[in-house]
């Protein structure tokens, strides 16, 4: 995890890079304070724990600049127990390294990267050294030691990381803190809860063990990048489509969204507002189109404002609209109608002569037809009767009186 301080002003990013520094200085002085040595025969361990533990978090997945997903932390306390405090903490500081070098960072945020990884697995370390002692160094209390102190690693983790981060946004660290540890719940929690499992594997089956659960880590992460891969990919596509189905300069549905509606076969229930804005092309020449297309876009604002979510508002064209009401009734149509048209009552401009009005149809699935097409046609229809009755009024479509 780390934080740039990209184009901050000079006396905060001075401030940021002297925590920067003052992390690493203390993973440095505490890394001799707690100086545990080499335990016999732990290079093996050592060699394996150190690449595993690259390859998960170059296998962490970012979801924004709070929550990410990744499964380092599983390989802490097998790392600790394996291979003693001091070797776990150079593990870690080439971790830092190895991110700051892959990732391009400024060698002040490789430091602190460094050196927060170091101090977090120090705290860890310290942390099982001293529970192990009050509570035993098998069965429960060995269960109860090793999870907390993975909880004491994620804490201190996020706790450090999350303090040159609200200094860069100008917040207070203990909120910045309660968030990401909310959003981080259930990743930091489940990697703990893997590693807890990861620990007894290899206390049981030794250098085996590390082996067969680091492949099964090493699956899971390339599992979990794939995930993030296909939902990244799958976003993208989702907002491409939303382009091509959305009117740029009104944000509302374009007739291409009204004619794959139109497609698709459906026996929901709903109802269509068709609607134009009265006198709409004298307003044109009067104020100028750049005044209509504000006046386009406050009519969608106030429609999204009448409907409820889940509506959808349709430009078909020019000053044209189509509004869905899913799931309602002519009659309820009509109260939602009468909604817009009180909203748009309340535009008022200086500059506007006249108020903004429109002329709106009502046509209802299944009342007046099933067809959807003809389901347009008929609220065409009558909004073309609302219109030839004075305008700035409402009709429901009606066969003997709308009918062409």
């Known amino acids: 995890m780390g934080f740039g301080g990209d184009h901050l002003p000079d006396k905060l990013e001075q401030k940021m890079n002297r925590y920067r520094e003052a992390v690493a200085v203390a993973a440095v002085v ?29 296998g962490s997945v970012s979801i924004d600049d709070r929550s990410y997903i990744s499964l380092g932390t599983s390989a802490i306390l097998p790392m600790i127990l394996l291979c003693g405090t001091t070797p776990s903490m150079l593990i870690s500081v080439f971790k830092g390294v190895y991110d700051g070098i892959k990732y391009q960072k400024a060698w002040r945020r490789t430091l602190f990267n460094a050196g927060q990884f170091a101090l977090s697995t120090l705290a860890a370390s310290l942390s099982l050294e001293k529970l192990t002692e009050l509570l035993g160094s098998e069965g429960w209390g060995l269960i109860v030691a090793i999870s907390a102190a993975t909880v004491v690693y994620v804490l201190c983790n996020i706790g450090l990381v999350r303090f040159v981060v609200a200094m860069a946004k100008g917040v207070s660290w203990w909120g910045e803190f309660k968030t990401s540890l909310r959003v981080n719940l259930f990743s930091s929690w489940s990697s703990g809860f893997i590693g807890i499992i990861f620990t007894f594997f290899v206390l049981r089956y030794e250098l085996l063990g590390l082996l067969a659960f680091s492949a099964l880590l090493i699956i899971l992460s390339w599992l979990l990048q794939a995930t993030a891969e296909v939902g990244a990919e799958r976003a993208l596509r989702k907002e491409l489509e939303e382009e091509l189905i959305i009117d740029v300069m009104t944000g509302a549905y374009n007739f291409r969204h009204l004619n794959n509606w139109l497609s698709e076969p459906s026996d929901e229930a709903v109802s269509l507002l068709f609607m134009d804005i009265d006198n709409f092309a004298a307003f044109n020449d009067t104020y100028g189109h750049a005044e209509g297309d504000r006046v386009l876009r406050l009519l969608v604002e106030t ?84 219109k030839n009755s004075g305008k700035n009024n409402i009709r429901i479509y009606q066969a003997d009186r709308d009918s062409a």
């Open 303 to 386: 429609i999204e404002k009448s409907i409820r979510e889940g509506d959808h508002v349709i430009r078909y064209g020019g000053d044209e609209f189509v509004v869905f009401l899913k799931g309602m009734d002519a009659e309820k149509a009509k109260l939602v109608a009468e909604r817009i048209m009180d909203n748009l009552a309340k535009l008022k401009d200086p500059k506007w002569k006249e108020p903004i009005t429109v002329s709106l149809g009502i046509a209802a699935k299944p009342q007046h037809s099933s067809d959807k097409r003809q389901l347009l046609l008929f609220a065409d229809q009558a909004m073309y009767n609302a």
């Open 30 to 58: 505490l890394g001799i304070v707690f100086y545990s040595g080499y335990p016999e025969g732990s290079w093996p361990y050592i060699v394996i724990l150190a690449a595993l533990q690259i390859y998960l978090h170059s």
